[in-house]
């Protein structure tokens, strides 16, 4: 039997153990984040269509959609120590392989390993995270966590510039990159595991709580205003990872006539202002509470993000910012509002449910902008190919707004759908 909790880890391993989950993450949004700087190079030097450099991506959401329900009673099985250190290594295994793969089919079947390993792990560094550190400083320190993840991100796009030596020796070196990070994931998964190893029979850290089964009946008991929220999840993220994550780069090499560095620091903009607004926009929800209007400013940014980047000369730098801003903001709100139109009971049902659709969403849209790019023969020699892909952007980033306004009416009241908030709930 676990021992009850008697005191909080020293100040010093917990340092450590917070150190080790950040290179966790930081070196596995680094890898997930490789193809989007590499894009161009895989169809100019291996000849891939986008349809097939859209589905290294969807390849990788595409087992989360039924996996990321499995994740959390993985990890209540086998513990989060146990979890991350696996998960980081199957990762590791995926990174290696994608980094061998000149042919399409082993490319894609290691970013399809790195799949099955990464969301899981996502879970299992937040059930570490919780045991380590709920209490008073659990929310800073999960927004901080989360932005030292974002800042892997953010490597990867200014990868072109730092490394550029790597990508003139073509599309390989690159790869051999994110597989560098991978190690780095996993030498922090060894860092906490020794951590949590060291601590946990002291009966310092939290007890997690009790397993949840995961039953498709709870979704039926769910309210209207849960369903739209998880829809601004869904088309939210369909637009952020499929565009900036797989093809933003190589269409403002191909469509603005940038350099793949120039491009690189641009898209880098988008992850890089998610490092230090994530944690305020947090903290400003905390102070106000205002969850649904706080979804309305963070959502309209985002189609004006295409907007700009359509129809303004040169506005490829503003549109990453914009693009950045609404990336801080909206999920810094979305993720927390869950609890306010979920049963307590069933929370990790509708977190499962949520992100097994956002990973359905991801995997669609990748393929659909692939296919649409190639349909209209998208390249440098006819960048107006690119443009159905872009209104395909911007008509998700519209739905996407037009479900939190949605939201916003139901949660004041102002729908024949909307039903009575939770007393002293925040809107």
């Known amino acids: 039997m676990s021992q009850p909790r008697t005191a909080s880890p020293a100040l010093p391993i917990q340092a450590l153990m917070f150190a080790g989950a950040a290179l966790v993450m ?4 680094y890898a997930y984040d490789s193809i989007a700087p590499v894009a161009e190079q895989l169809s100019r030097e291996l000849h891939f269509s986008d349809t097939q450099i859209g589905s290294l991506n969807a390849i990788y959401s595409l087992p989360n959609i039924f996996l990321v329900l499995l994740g959390g009673v993985l990890v209540d099985r086998f513990s989060a120590r146990g979890m991350v250190l696996a998960t980081t290594a199957l990762c ?3 990174a290696l392989i994608t980094a061998l793969g000149a042919q399409f089919p082993v490319m894609a079947a290691g970013r399809l390993l790195f799949g099955i390993g990464s969301e899981t792990l996502a879970v299992a560094t937040t059930v570490a995270l919780a045991q380590w550190f709920t209490g008073r400083y659990f929310a800073f320190l999960f927004a901080a966590n989360l932005s030292l993840a974002r800042l892997g991100s953010s490597l990867a ?8 030596g790597l990508y003139a020796r073509g599309w390989q070196p690159p790869l051999w990159l994110a597989f560098g990070f991978a190690v780095v994931s996993f030498a922090g998964a060894l860092i906490y595991f020794y951590c949590d190893r060291r601590e946990a029979p002291r009966g310092t850290l939290a007890l997690p709580p009790p ?17 739209v929220l998880v829809a601004v999840c869904v088309t939210f993220y369909s637009v952020i990872f499929p565009f900036r994550s797989t093809f933003a780069i190589k269409y403002l090499q191909e469509a603005h ?3 793949q560095a120039a491009a690189g620091r641009i898209n880098s903009l988008v992850f890089l202002a998610t490092v230090f607004a994530t944690p305020v926009f947090g903290l400003l ?6 969850n649904t209007t706080m979804l309305v400013a963070g959502s309209c940014l985002l189609p004006l993000s295409f907007l700009v980047l359509g129809m303004v000369s040169g506005g490829a730098a503003w549109s990453s910012a914009l693009l950045g801003v609404s990336f801080s903001f909206l999920p810094a709100v979305l993720w927390p509002t869950v609890v306010r139109y979920a049963p307590p009971e069933h929370l990790g049902t509708a977190y499962g449910a949520m992100t097994a659709l956002q990973n359905a969403g991801l995997t669609l849209a990748n393929f659909a902008a692939g296919y649409l790019n190639d349909s209209n023969h998208a390249s440098a020699a006819n960048p107006e190919g690119y443009m159905p892909m872009l209104w395909f952007f911007g008509l998700v980033s519209l739905t996407a707004f037009a479900c939190t306004l949605i939201l916003w009416l139901l949660d004041h009241g102002a729908s024949p759908l ?9 809107n």
């Open 26 to 29: 930081l070196g596995n949004y």
């Open 157 to 164: 796009d200014l990868s072109t510039s730092y490394a550029s």
């Open 211 to 227: 397993p949840e089964r995961f039953d498709w009946r709870h979704l039926l008991t769910f309210r209207t205003e849960y369903w």
């Open 285 to 290: 929800l905390d102070r106000l509470g205002r």
């Open 92 to 94: 590791l295994v995926g």
């Open 418 to 426: 909307a039903r009575t908030a939770p007393s002293g709930a925040p």
């Open 257 to 259: 006539g940038l350099t």
